[in-house]
């Protein structure tokens, strides 16, 4: 859809294509995978047999921010 993209993907091809450790499947973290949110946290499913290739999480800075300052949203 985006064409923008295409023009770094062969930058970045490495970097963002995952290998299925079970069955070998292969492709880009962003288009091949089935991503299951549990949580602050991404798992990439294997589209094939389904095994957890990696885990990422949702929202990294947002969770560094927190974490740094203790910022609490719920009360006061
Ligand atoms: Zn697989």
Redesign the pocket.
Known sequence: MSPDTRSTASDVAAKSTLF?P??D?QGRYDSAWNRVVNGDAIHYL?P??R?TVTTRPTAPLEKRCASSQRVSTSGD
Do not use: F, M, R, S
């Open positions: 299925c079970d069955c499947h294997c094939n047999c095994a």
